[in-house]
């Protein structure tokens, strides 16, 4: 495979998170989040799981250990946790913006990594964090009070989300991805299960009226994405693949105007905007970073 149409994937990956948004959202007109949330992660576990066999029967990945289950766990853990906050949000908020406030996980990812692992982030990062927080507020309309309260649980799910992704980062070091997807979402399919068993009650009726969404979310926006990330980053670099997946609140932005007819005031697009340009400066810092750097001049004697 050519760096290109690894790309390629990851534009396709970006297409299909952005219109899941579509299909989240309409299921909650049939079931629950819990509900949603739990055969969401149960269809993607059905799928991955015997791949993740496959590779660990022929020798392909490392034999499990006690950290790779803590950690897999810990992702269950945190996807969970923003899975039923957005899953929640969406309820009442609009696909646009939860597209967009679920992308300042990108911006907040910095600063928590500062705040648990002691790595600072430079002025660039800084710089995004402003751009993001102005952003948000004319997403709102210029108010906070312009946002509902499906839009504030959207927000509280984005810092769950960047500590999902610093627990993906951590369990890099145990190259094995699929099974560690595969735990993960069987993790979130057993908590939810709980939930959905506790706070909800779905019928027969409810789930194949939202079966659609169910299957889109949990094949193609779960299972099939997930692994095809991790076989598109074998072949292009880190920077290029957070850039390209992160343009899935685009991609989510067009999907709620084409399919569902929501509508945003010029404030609210140009809050957008910002808050997009916000997470580029993100993926771009490093690279900034080193561009500013001059080079190293040998000292000579």
């Not at 960047?162 to 997807?181: C, N, Q, W």
């Not at 099939?224 to 693949?241: G, N, P, S």
Request: aromatic fraction near 12%; charged fraction near 10%; glycine fraction near 8%.
């Amino acid at each position: 495979m050519t760096r290109t149409q690894a790309n390629l994937i990851l534009v396709g990956i970006a297409i299909i998170w952005g219109l899941a948004f579509v299909f989240q959202k309409t299921a909650m007109t049939h079931i629950g989040p819990y509900t949603f949330l739990a055969l969401r992660a149960f269809v993607a576990t059905v799928i991955l799981a015997p791949i993740a066999l496959f590779y660990e029967n022929a020798g392909r990945a490392d034999r499990p250990t006690a950290p790779f289950w803590l950690i897999a766990c810990a992702g269950g853990l945190t996807f969970f946790t923003g899975g039923i906050l957005q899953q929640a949000g969406l309820v009442t908020a609009t696909v646009t913006n939860t597209g967009f406030l679920t992308g300042i996980y990108v911006v907040i990812t910095p600063i928590l990594m500062w705040l648990v692992l002691a790595r600072p982030p430079g002025f660039v990062i800084w710089l995004a964090v402003a751009i993001a927080f102005i952003g948000t507020w004319m997403l709102g309309g210029g108010t906070v009070g312009g946002f509902s309260w499906g839009d504030w649980l959207v927000v509280f799910s984005s810092f769950f989300w960047a500590a999902h992704m610093l627990v993906i980062e951590h369990s890099g070091r145990h190259t094995r991805p699929i099974a560690f997807t595969a735990v993960q979402f069987a993790v979130v399919a057993l908590i939810s299960g709980a939930g959905a068993l506790a706070f909800e009650a779905p019928t027969i009726a409810t789930l194949v009226a939202a079966a659609p969404e169910i299957a889109y979310v949990g094949v193609l926006s779960s299972a099939l994405t997930f692994t095809l990330l991790a076989v598109a980053m074998r072949y292009t670099t880190a920077a290029e693949a957070t850039i390209i997946v992160s343009t899935e609140t685009v991609f989510a932005a067009l999907a709620g105007v084409l399919l569902l007819s929501e509508r945003l005031e010029w404030i609210g697009w140009l809050g957008a905007a910002m808050m997009f340009s916000a997470t580029l400066i993100v993926q771009l810092a490093p690279a900034l970073t080193r561009r500013s750097t001059p080079p190293h001049t040998p000292a000579v004697d």
